[in-house]
């Protein structure tokens, strides 16, 4: 990943309903969710959702599938190991026992 896609998903993650999203549908996946139950759990008007939407789609965090009359969203899995290799490719210069605690904790949820 380039610095500066890493700079826009960072972006789209700095803004509270967005983040929320984000995070609803990695615990949502492989399933996804449709835009207008991502609205309605997180308490959102669908038309400002579609604007979250949208953004977390640019950043290349989330992606969407037309499923009949509705578009099912998802994290996009590339993006989200992309954005966090960036962050910790050269984690603890090169001392791997500094980086084992993170692993260590992303271990039981990947």
Known sequence: MEKD???VALGALAQGTR???FRLLVRH???GMAAGEIARQLDVPQNTMSAHLGILARA???RSERHSRSIIYRADLDGVRAL???LVKDCCAGNAELCAP?????????
């Open 29 to 31: 996946e492989p399933d």
């Open 5 to 7: 896609s890493a700079i």
């Open 102 to 110: 993170l692993i260590a904790e992303l271990a039981p949820c990947c």
């Open 84 to 86: 966090t290799l960036f």
């Open 19 to 21: 983040l929320d999203v």
């Open 60 to 62: 290349g965090l989330i």
